[in-house]
């Protein structure tokens, strides 16, 4: 089983991207949306009808389950309350490879992906036992401009596929092994409008560890002419994104096509001597003989 879990608020537009790309490869999908309808900032934010119909119109193998919960929590933090929301998302994903993503990653070629995580289906017949993570690559888009998008393409990690049901924070587990992938997902980020970036820095979960005010400033004059001028950008860790990229798209969706193209997806992600079925066999026996 190869199940998603999503986290829906203002940015709700660009689920149906994400969606695209995986729908067909995946057995069930949870997207968690605010009963109340407000970020884990306690600002309030508006979904359209239209928006739960589409999605619906969409769902031809009735894969898609919506999760209306209170995510908003006013005596924790905004990360506090993101580390809350996706745990209770993963508790409804049940078992298997569970893949946690926000609505504005997407992973092309999803098809090698489920190939990869089917390649390890003995991880989930006791995953109390065999607890793993398995981390991908980030590629941020940072600037969407009516000439193409300035992104991010190096090493930046991050975890998000598990056989959990709990994180200790955010989408990361500190207790269990973490194991580096070669799957690429493409973060839409920070490549919207001047007013959803906007919205987004006064809501998201680290709203409170840089100044927005200055860092939307500097967003909002970089264009394909002056990006090479900046270096070490990222707003917390400044040498996370070293450099930018440019890429010439009418659109996001010919931005992942070229970028698809260019980049295809290798399956063969992960050394076998980490998780072969030999060695996990060997590594459970020995723990069973100890106890």
């Known amino acids: 089983m190869i ?17 695209k790309q ?6 069930k999908i949870v997207i968690a949306v605010d009963i109340e309808r407000k970020t884990w900032s306690g600002n309030d934010f508006i979904i359209p009808d239209s928006f739960f119909e589409e999605v619906k119109a969409f769902d031809l193998k009735n894969k898609i389950h919506f999760y209306f919960d209170k995510f908003y929590c006013p005596d924790l933090t905004p990360i506090e309350c993101e580390s809350r929301e996706r745990n209770m998302v993963l508790g409804k994903l049940g078992r298997g490879w569970k893949i946690q993503l926000d609505v504005d990653e997407y992973i092309y070629d999803f098809k090698e992906t489920a190939d990869y995580l089917n390649k390890y289906w003995y991880l989930n017949i006791f995953p109390k036992l065999t607890p793993v993570c398995f981390q991908g690559k980030l590629i941020t888009l940072f600037r969407e401009l009516p000439d193409g998008y300035l992104y991010i393409e190096n090493d930046e990690k991050f975890p998000f596929i598990t056989n959990q049901t709990i994180n200790t924070n955010t989408r990361q587990n500190n207790k269990i092994k973490n194991h580096f992938s070669n799957i690429k997902v493409i973060h839409q980020s920070w490549a919207r409008s001047e007013e959803q970036i906007y919205f987004k820095i006064k809501n998201w979960g680290h709203r409170n560890d840089f100044d927005t005010e200055n860092y939307f400033q500097f967003w909002k004059n970089l264009n394909s002419s002056n990006y090479k001028e900046y270096q070490n950008i990222h707003p917390i860790v400044p040498k996370v994104w070293d450099f930018l990229k440019f890429m010439p798209a009418k659109s996001i969706d010919d931005f992942i096509e070229k970028f698809r193209i260019n980049n ?22 020995k723990r069973i003989i100890k106890k």
Do not use: H, T
Not at 4 to 19: A, Q, R
Not at 273 to 279: E, M, N, R
């Open 3 to 19: 199940n998603v879990g999503y986290l829906v608020s203002y940015d709700y537009e660009m689920l149906k991207i994400s969606l």
């Open 22 to 27: 995986l729908y067909d490869y995946v057995d």
């Open 264 to 285: 295809y997806q290798n399956p063969n992600y992960l050394s076998k001597k980490d998780l072969s079925i030999k060695k996990i066999y060997k590594a459970l026996k």
